[in-house]
């Protein structure tokens, strides 16, 4: 440990932590505050505490509408990118294939492009090719964002497993088969759980893709709440912000419960 | 079947997916960007290079993104020290107060900062009470406005590509500069943040090119008065159905970007992208 860092310093360091959580946290907490107001307005601090714009929440049709559908394709995503993507780790971490790097390269990409970028090409590659976008081609599109993720979580659990166990299973006289599902499986499991809670998060709050590839009858969360700020905010859509908020907060508490959030954060 | 096989067919769903949803509509905007009613042509871009309104969203973009990522470097950084040295308690709240906002929804956040910031938001009505304004200040649909929202978007994935390297930095070398007579502020300067340097790049890269193109952020905070780049886009998709001018557009933004990341990934030889 480093010893005598000036008091001053010291202190500062702490109000500038307080300050920066007030930053980063300040919006949700204001979000959460809306929605309990009484008020008819959006009003912070809140006026009065009420649930009614919860209620009214789950009572309309186009929020419970929208949240179906989010959840939905969060759902096939999830499913989809953990299984692409963690296949796709297992044979990039192999290198037995000629253009691994290539592979590996390949497969991070479309992280690198800006998100707009390709949501215009997939809106005009579907609908010149294969007409209006359903709510398959909306999922396709998130997996392909979300797949970069689990790749990378799973290559960094496997780069730490140990490389002789597969070996080992089939000098014991285990097929294929049974070495990838009691061996290699096992040994990605914490990265593939990553990847997953990665790939729902992106899906049921990404705005972009779905703000681009939407339909009269494809609107997801994000995509409804978007349209009430831009015309007419009530304090029904911090409601809906806030249950968002608190799934999130359930997500964060399950993945530190999984693997640690600590070492999932600067991993 | 033999490895080789095993591993191609492993690999096989992701590559396929990769190139019917990814690479061909990638192509098929590039190819459309190039297009017109004759074939080939470069009119689009001609037509965005040659109008001053659309360079000057452009030159917005640049100079807002430039000046994000600046800020979010200058608090990511010491934020990120500060989580390696406080004890272990104390790092999982930090660390859940910086992954619960990047967690949450853009459109979220943007609501909240929607709130803090119109007119008779708490923002705005705090610096008028306290004298710091005028009474006709306003400060939704300002680049200010959007500076604020984005900042906070963004910080997280800076402090957390600077804590990803500060957390493998070996502390003892903070130990022999100061045994050797430097002072804590010497050292943060000559030791922690050269050390601290890839991490810096990799999320000065990350927030440019989010910065850049984001565009519900700029959008509800900044109004259709204030465009960049991005909100530019999406209007010439949605409002006036422009397919070839939004995917010009599209391509000048990507074309910036990499004109910024690759003397960036070049000067580092820094892999992360």
Redesign the interface.
């Known amino acids: ?6 008091l001053g ?1 010291r202190a500062a ?1 702490v109000i ?2 307080a300050l ?2 007030l ?9 959460v505050g ?1 929605s309990v107001s009484e008020s008819q307005f ?1 009003a ?2 809140p006026d009065g505490l009420s649930l009614r714009w919860y209620q009214q929440v789950l009572s309309s049709d186009a929020y419970l509408g929208a949240g179906w559908i989010s959840l939905q394709i969060a759902v096939l995503v999830t499913v989809m990118a953990t ?3 963690g ?2 780790a ?3 971490h ?1 290198r ?2 000629p253009f691994s790097e290539l ?1 590996a390269t ?13 949501a ?7 609908s ?1 090719a294969f007409g209006p976008v359903t709510p398959a081609v909306l999922a ?2 998130h ?2 964002v979300a ?1 970069p993720y689990v ?1 990378r979580t799973t290559l960094a659990v496997l780069s730490e497993s140990d490389p002789y166990l597969e070996q080992a299973a089939r000098t014991m006289g285990a097929n ?1 088969l049974q070495r990838l599902w009691f061996v290699v499986v096992p040994q990605c499991l914490p990265g593939l759980a990553a990847g997953a809670f990665f790939a729902f ?1 992106i899906s ?2 990404e ?2 893709l779905s ?2 590839l939407r339909g009269p009858t494809l609107t997801t969360l ?1 995509v409804q ?2 349209g009430q ?2 015309f007419s ?1 009530d304090p029904s ?2 409601a809906v ?1 806030t249950i ?2 608190a799934l ?2 359930a ?2 508490a399950i993945i ?1 419960r999984m693997l640690g ?2 070492k999932f ?3 | ?1 033999n ?2 096989t ?3 067919l ?2 096989l ?3 396929l ?2 190139a019917l ?2 690479f ?3 192509a ?2 590039l190819a ?1 960007s190039f297009s017109g009613p004759e074939g080939l042509t470069l009119q689009p871009f001609a037509r965005f290079l040659s109008d001053s309104y659309y360079l000057g969203i452009l030159w917005r973009t640049v100079r807002l993104s430039l000046l994000i990522t600046a800020i979010c470097a200058a ?1 990511g950084f ?2 990120a020290y ?1 989580m390696t040295k406080v004890g ?1 308690r104390l ?2 709240w ?8 990047l ?14 910031l ?1 007119r008779s ?2 923002v705005p009505e705090l610096l008028r009470d306290w004298g710091f304004v005028g009474r006709n200040f306003a400060l939704m649909q300002t680049e200010t406005a959007i500076v604020i929202g984005m900042v ?1 978007v963004l ?2 994935f800076m402090t ?1 590509s600077i ?2 390297v500060l ?1 493998r930095m070996d ?1 003892r070398l ?2 022999a500069a ?1 045994t050797m007579g430097c002072s ?2 010497q ?1 943060i300067r000559t030791v922690v943040l050269p050390l601290a340097l890839p991490g810096i790049v990799a999320g000065s890269l990350l927030c440019f ?2 910065s ?5 952020t700029p ?2 905070l900044g109004g259709t008065r204030i465009q960049v780049l ?1 909100a530019s ?2 209007r010439s ?1 949605t409002a006036t159905p422009d ?1 070839p001018f ?2 010009a557009q ?1 391509v000048i ?2 074309a910036g ?1 990499l004109l910024v990341l690759i003397p960036y990934i070049k000067l580092t030889g820094s892999k992360h ?1």
């Open positions: 440990m480093v010893r005598a860092i000036p310093l360091g500038f932590v920066t959580a930053f980063l946290l300040a919006p949700l907490i204001v979000v809306v959006i912070f601090p299984l692409i993507g296949s796709a297992i044979a990039i192999r037995q294939l592979l390949l497969f991070l990409s479309p992280l690198v492009l800006p998100t707009i970028i390709y215009i090409g997939m809106l005009m590659f579907w010149a396709l599109s997996t392909v797949l790749v294929r998060n049921f709050d705005a972009v703000l681009f994000p709440i978007y700020l831009e905010p859509v911090a912000s968002m908020i999130t907060v997500l964060i530190d959030l600590t954060a600067s991993s | 079947m490895d080789r095993e591993n191609l492993l690999a769903p992701g590559v997916l990769l949803a990814f061909m509509p990638i098929q905007m459309l608090i010491p934020l500060i272990p790092r999982l930090l660390v859940v107060m910086v992954i619960l906002p967690m949450t929804s853009v459109v979220v956040r943007t609501f909240g900062w929607m709130v803090l119109s938001g708490l906070q910080l997280p957390l804590l990803g957390t502390g903070e130990e100061r804590f502020l050292t090119t989010l850049a193109s984001s565009f519900v959008n509800l991005a886009i999406y998709v397919w939004a995917a599209a933004l990507f970007i992208g």
